[in-house]
């Protein structure tokens, strides 16, 4: 898997080695990290020239200044430095650790990458070709692991989608008792995303796609940059 | 369903019924409104009296006074009240809105819902009920819906679990590179209780029950109690 690669055709034939025939309602999930590698977002780190910044936070995490340089191109702005962890918003609004550039599946210390230039255009386009490829209507989530505040572990979330209402808005429904639901929004496209990495987590990250099969979403062109809730929306703080 | 039905013969009988055999290793996701529901947490709000608090509370969401009162009573602090939404960390210790106490599917306008009294000891129960059933090694996670702070939309959670190492801890393992994962834990009782809402969720909260099988989870007893995060450890704030 390298810069150019199709990401679509190499799914479709590799489904169709394993006797997998697409069908309507497929959800493909992806692994930001192929997505990247196929745009050319893998990082060279001998190439990149640490600003005195990064200099500064690498001293005080112990990560290599390099990598540390990445996370602050890749940041809007940095929220906190502690521990080893660098908390940042990254440019497409993702409040994580190290603004989702990851040094682990890269390939060896002087190699990082970072998360694809847009997540929903990149899910938007292989979609458009698997499409084209299997003649089905399915949907793409490209996914990636990220922290929570007040949970320990990590869990995987949908970072770009396609095809599918990431949000499943359920106010106005009633409930078993005829209630009335008055707040109840479910964030399918993370549940999904959870779901593929129990498959896509235990193959040792050999196994960068997953298919969910099944599961009747609501088709839909909003994107997953529509999950991310603007900083005056956060209750929790 | 309601207080004193064992919850593990009713899954049995209804699998039964269904002609699903259990296995070792199914791992068995219960809402924790059913559970709560066995155990006596339905509260009618016509035996509850509402406090100064709550009622202040209560003109300020507009929310049912005496709901108030009993978020106020399941809660270990108040951390925000906006919105008509309540932020709290409940006695588990879990953050979220309203302490976990349900208006919806509870019964109507006079009846509210509360979390189990410990969810870790009602999924090890059930477990140990269902292995005396079915003879089989199970794994129980108990759920409840959770928003999260920088993103839209709720996401199941394991709040209960019994059988099942909810953190996978890959700390030290190589990646497929060789370079040592030094950061890696994941939270796989979440993501399997996000999974299961894919089941649980679409069937209009009418099924409360989802066996999750094929994942080949790292048995074990630590609790889902060990998923919350201490405050001190949370570097988003």
């Not at 997505?35 to 112990?62: C, F, H, M, Q």
């Not at 609004?93 to 190290?98: F, R």
């Not at 429904?173 to 235990?202: H, N, P």
Request: proline share 4%; net charge neutral.
């Amino acid at each position: 898997m390298g810069k150019g690669d199709n990401i679509a055709e190499i799914i479709f034939s590799s489904a169709t080695r394993a006797a997998i025939v697409f069908q309507d309602y497929d959800i493909v999930v992806i692994s930001h990290t192929i997505v990247s590698r196929a745009e050319g977002r893998l990082v060279d780190l001998r190439t990149i020239n640490p600003s005195a910044e990064a200099l500064e936070i690498a001293e005080k995490t112990g990560k290599d200044a390099r990598h540390v340089e990445v996370i602050l191109r890749e940041s809007k702005r940095i929220l906190r430095v502690e521990r080893g962890v660098i908390i940042s918003e990254s440019r497409h609004g993702i409040i994580s650790a190290n603004a989702g550039v990851d040094a682990s599946n890269a390939g060896g210390v002087d190699y990082v990458i970072t998360l694809p230039e847009d997540p929903d255009i990149s899910a938007a386009r292989i979609r458009q070709d698997l499409k084209r490829l299997t003649g089905k209507e399915l949907a793409v989530i490209i996914c990636d692991t990220s922290g929570r505040p007040f949970r320990r572990g990590t869990v995987n979330i949908a970072i770009g989608c396609s095809g599918i209402n990431p949000l499943w808005d359920r106010r106005g429904e009633k409930d078993l008792f005829g209630r009335t639901l008055t707040s109840k929004i479910t964030c399918v496209a993370d549940e999904i995303a959870s779901a593929a990495e129990l498959v896509i987590g235990q193959a040792d990250e050999g196994t960068p796609v997953a298919l969910v099969r099944g599961y009747l979403f609501k088709p839909g062109e909003v994107p997953a940059r529509a999950i991310i809730r603007p900083d005056e929306e956060n209750l929790f703080k």
